[in-house]
């Protein structure tokens, strides 16, 4: 678990740490762009990527994971086969979107803006490149080359907003003639596409010396084995993706306001994003944590370790958000204050996926990842139901239900068929407990009500130290960790 942890924080050093950066951006977008429907735009079109890049992608990552495991003498050569197929599939989608980008345009409805579409393709296509590089970092533990390229991405992409958003628009107005020969004031919400476009092209030149490390020798009877393993997981990838994000897709072919109702809803889902930054870190050390540890006879006592801990951290994060809403909703501007009242419910869908994740193990380990793929097929199929039932009437309100049920559904199937596969003793009854009394402090919280608003978060953060003082009491001895042990 010590090990776990130390990897867990290294990666969240790109994945929390340096997402919390680019989180950042989310209020200088809210404040900066002049309608609540431009934000609406890139809600719905960052949609789009994050579901096309599970599609080229086509879970050669955990390929790639289970093989270099399996034959740890060939990695390199693995490692290449990999490679040439993401890259050869990236390349053929790039020429596809350059030649159809105005048509695709029309029918997303961005007639006028196509020239988004062939930026995204080609934004989507090299992060598909880049993620077999970056899982070979994974796969050679080096968590700190991992975050370092990851952080100078992020660290572009944010540069680039502050210039196009901010510094641009001032030179305009005390010297228009060092940036009126490149800058559109009018050009607005596509400028945050072209930051992302020229940050994406630097990270991927900053991967070529990990590129060249593989040992590129084709070797097609490979390949089709890494294939027959990962493209299952393609389909659990689409579903997955598409649990987070159809919504959102859909949203524009529902309501005739859905770029400004899609704006509210993507602002308010960014501030949710936090546990998903957690999720995320968590996930980048435990994949490989988990193949390594399959061979071990504790595996899983591991394993159910593992999830009692990550069900208690998500819980604190929930319980941080919602206590320090007062605070909190400052990070997007007021016009979109609106949709708080989502927030809870967002932030509890994300802890279902989180879990869902942890409980993914036994198919994964036991090759049966049709298994995953047909759960998020249903979750997606109950979300997409909600949403195509609900959204015209309800709006978003009806998308944030119907994710929350779609992960329920999903994580609690995961769990029922793992427990016949490969039976894990999950600590159910303290997950329980953790996640009831959780949600008792945050019903308390709700009325807490005074005029004064530095009383409200006091009073809060009395709820907040109660439920780290139980879980420092049951489940988490300080004493154990070296660096606290001679205060403890």
Known sequence: MKSLAKDTAIYGVS?????????????????????????????????????????????????????????????????????????????????????????????????????????????????????????????QKRPIAFAGLKLLYIGLNIAFNLFFLIACPWLMKVAPDTVSWFYNPDYGVGYIFISNFIATAIQTLFLLPIIIQGKFEFDGKLLRQILNYSLPLLFLGIAGIANQNLDKILFKFLRTDALQQLGIYGAVGKIAMVIMMFTQAFRYAYEPFVFAKNKDADSKSAYSMAMKYYVIFALLIFLSVVMYMDIIKHFIAPKYWIGLGILPIILFSYIFQGIFFNLSIWYKLTDKNHYGAWFSFIGTAVILLGNILFVPKYSYWASVWSSFVGFFVIMVLSYFFGQKFMPINYNLKKIAFYILFALALFGISLLINTPYVVLNIALKTVLLVIFAVVVVKKDLPLSELAFLKKKV
């Open 15 to 139: 994945s929390i740490v340096g997402k919390f950066l680019n989180w950042l951006l989310v209020p200088l977008y809210t404040y900066k762009l002049a309608e609540i429907s431009d934000y609406g735009i890139v809600t719905n079109l960052f949609a789009w990527t994050a579901l096309l890049l599970v599609i080229l992608t086509y879970g050669m990552e955990t390929g790639f994971f289970r093989f270099a495991n399996k034959d740890p003498q060939n990695y390199r050569k693995i490692y290449g086969n990999t490679m040439i197929s993401i890259g050869g599939s990236s390349l053929i989608f790039v020429a596809l979107i350059v030649l159809f980008h105005q048509q695709i345009a029309n029918f997303l409805g961005y007639q006028n803006q196509s020239e988004f579409i062939w930026m995204l393709g080609i934004i989507v296509a090299m992060d598909a490149f880049s993620s077999i590089p970056f899982a070979y970092l994974r796969f």
